[in-house]
């Protein structure tokens, strides 16, 4: 007997290499998965393969979700190094700017997979990074909406920045975005903006143009934390705008988890042993994200600072920050020095599977967008240390709006490490990160009072994850 069932929606979903861009849009890949949806990941081959985990775990669990290999342009044409396909890889910043021009060649491979498809997919899902996706969409009539990583608070602010300027305050530095519900100022160094560095212009004209042509955006975030954002953004852009997070919450257990991305550096069950002997909301946990990369005397102001704290600590450094022999025997000391209190993760941890567990209770974060809401996911509140891009803005959100952050006190942006000079004074020193982790942790009223809000939100974006409660704005 022959079905008339129409077959389910297809989303075509083409996530910027970067973890802080794919990880998400891989959540939201299994979630439209799980609510009837078929979810294809476009990705090239070096992306693809760290992707294989997430797609076995996905084809184990049944869901519609299946990974799609483009090839990555050869490094002959692009200026990169062979094997080059993600920002974490990239060593030397002069190579950031070939790499988004290397992505503009992926659209010749993504039309041909599209046109060779059976039937036309009913959507596209393209990060605001991926501008090259607006007329390939365009050519093969396939509908896109865009994912930009941010929130709508930060999404906001940047439209109306680039719509209106920026207003000075005064005669110092201060500027405010024009067109918000709040005050929000910023400096000039931490004024919003993507792709704003000077040689990007092209790039972020081409990206504000997608944006523009797009049919809708889809945002990691939920109503409850920043409905007026939202009402604001979606009349701000002109179009549908659909907040579908905290997408993290999709992974319930460490095994999909651990399927996220890249293989965890320390086996997570002895890291939740760990924490299982620690007392609740007493452990500080300390990561920058993907991308930041601290050079050695900003690395041990980190460390000292945490253990001048006397509190318990998990701090995640990358396997790229302990090339040298040097940090290495460094972090050993430490640990020794903070033995049964601290422990250091060399390498990929599993934020989520740590942030979750009941034992933390503060997190030191760079304000990546994806770690700032899995914080607020799971009612933990921040030390805030913004390191560029959406970072500072990110950190006003969480500072004034939510009320759950406690700055560090950074007042302009540090680049990766690879662009950071190592004669450049410490932008922060071990007594701030000894003065903040202590506001965070202090068990003050106004400590109490900054995790009962966190715990508050927490609560609301496990409500905002129930099924039945996705739509347009709700
Ligand atoms: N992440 C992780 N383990 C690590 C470092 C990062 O699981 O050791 C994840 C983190 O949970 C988040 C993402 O990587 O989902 C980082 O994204 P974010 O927006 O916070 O920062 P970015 O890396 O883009 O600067």
């Not at 609510?35 to 869901?63: E, F, W």
């Not at 994806?370 to 970072?391: C, K, R, Y």
């Amino acid at each position: 007997m022959s079905s008339t069932a129409e077959p389910p929606p297809h989303f075509i979903i083409v996530p910027l290499a970067a973890q802080g861009h794919t990880i998400p849009l891989v959540d939201i890949a299994r979630l439209l998965g799980e609510r009837g949806a078929r979810a294809s990941i476009v990705s090239t081959p070096v992306n693809a393969a760290r992707l294989r985990g997430v797609a076995d775990l996905a084809a184990g669990d049944k869901l519609p979700f299946e990974l799609v290999e483009i090839p990555f342009p050869p490094a002959a044409d692009t200026g990169l190094p062979p094997g080059v396909e993600n920002v974490d890889q990239i060593t030397d910043s002069s190579l950031f700017l070939p790499f988004f021009y290397a992505l503009r060649d992926l659209a010749g491979p993504l039309e041909a997979y599209l046109r060779a498809l059976p039937r036309r997919p009913s959507c596209n899902i393209t990060d605001w990074c991926n501008s090259w996706t607006a007329v390939v969409a365009r050519r093969v009539s396939v509908p896109r909406l865009f994912f930009h990583s941010p929130s709508c608070f930060y999404s906001l602010c940047d439209i109306n920045a680039d719509a209106h300027g920026l207003q000075q305050q005064g005669d110092n530095d201060r500027y405010v975005v024009p067109g918000m519900p709040v005050l929000v100022e910023v400096t000039m160094a931490t004024k919003p903006g993507f792709f704003n560095e000077p040689g990007w212009e092209a790039l972020q004209e081409e990206a504000m143009e997608a944006m523009r042509t797009a049919e809708g955006a889809v945002v990691n975030t939920f109503l409850d934390l920043e409905d007026e954002f939202f009402a604001c953004y979606e009349f701000t852009l002109g179009k549908p705008v659909w907040t579908l997070g905290p997408f993290c919450l999709y992974n319930r257990d460490v095994k999909a988890m651990a399927s996220r991305w890249n293989k965890p550096a320390v086996v997570q069950s002895a890291i939740t042993s760990w924490l299982d002997t620690m007392d609740t909301d007493s452990v500080i946990y300390v990561s920058f994200g993907s991308v930041v990369r601290k050079v050695p005397k900003h690395l041990y102001e980190v460390g000292h600072g945490l253990e001048d704290t006397g509190k318990p600590f998990i701090c995640v450094v990358k396997e790229s920050e302990v090339a040298t022999m040097e940090v290495q025997e460094w972090l050993s000391a430490l640990e020794a020095r903070t033995a049964g209190r601290g422990l250091v993760v060399r390498g990929w941890a599993l934020q989520l599977a740590i942030l979750s567990h009941r034992a933390v209770g503060g997190f030191v974060t760079h304000c990546g967008w994806n770690s700032m809401l899995e914080a607020i996911a799971h009612g933990v509140p921040v030390v805030t240390w913004p390191h560029f891009a959406d970072q500072f803005l990110n950190e006003r959100l969480a500072v004034d709006v939510l009320g759950v952050g406690v700055p560090i006190g950074v007042t302009t942006p540090a680049m990766p490490a690879t662009l950071i000079d190592d004669d450049d004074d410490v932008p922060v020193a071990r007594a701030d990160v000894v003065r903040t982790v202590s506001a965070l942790m202090s068990g003050s009223e106004e400590a109490e009072e900054r995790r009962m809000k966190a715990k508050e939100l927490g609560e609301k974006a496990r409500r905002a994850m129930e099924k039945g409660r996705w739509g347009r704005g709700a």
